[in-house]
């Protein structure tokens, strides 16, 4: 039991670690919203999308990576700002 304890604080962490770096990314382009609502925003639907592959009920997810970022960037575009709307960086 201490293993999967252990497994499961190191993945805490680097889901925690994750989150703070999209967060930091979108504060730095206009993001003024709650940084854990537009972390979910944001990945929300290719986290999802990657559940259902997990499953066995989801296409595979590198044929999905292209309409989930396009997606992904309308879906967050409208909370930043215009610099970063027109910017091509994920």
Same mark, same amino acid.
């Given at each position: 039991?201490?293993?999967?304890?252990?497994?499961?604080?190191?993945?805490?962490?680097?889901?925690? &670690?994750?989150? %703070?770096?999209? +967060?930091?990314?979108? =504060?730095?382009?206009?993001?003024?919203?709650? @940084?854990? !609502?537009?972390?979910?925003?944001?990945?929300?639907?290719?986290?999802?999308?990657?559940?259902?592959?997990?499953?066995?009920?989801?296409? &595979?997810?590198? %044929?999905?990576? +292209?309409?989930?970022? =396009?997606?992904?960037?309308?879906?967050?575009? @409208?909370? !930043?700002?215009?610099?970063?709307?027109?910017?091509?960086?994920?």
């Amino acid at each position: 039991m201490g293993t999967a304890l252990t497994e499961a604080s190191g993945i805490a962490a680097r889901s925690r &670690a994750f989150s %703070g770096t999209v +967060a930091d990314w979108l =504060r730095g382009r206009g993001w003024d919203g709650e @940084p854990a !609502l537009g972390v979910v925003v944001w990945t929300g639907p290719a986290h999802e999308y990657t559940r259902a592959w997990l499953l066995g009920s989801g296409g &595979a997810p590198d %044929g999905a990576a +292209a309409p989930l970022a =396009r997606a992904a960037r309308h879906a967050i575009a @409208p909370y !930043l700002s215009a610099d970063a709307r027109e910017d091509d960086t994920p």
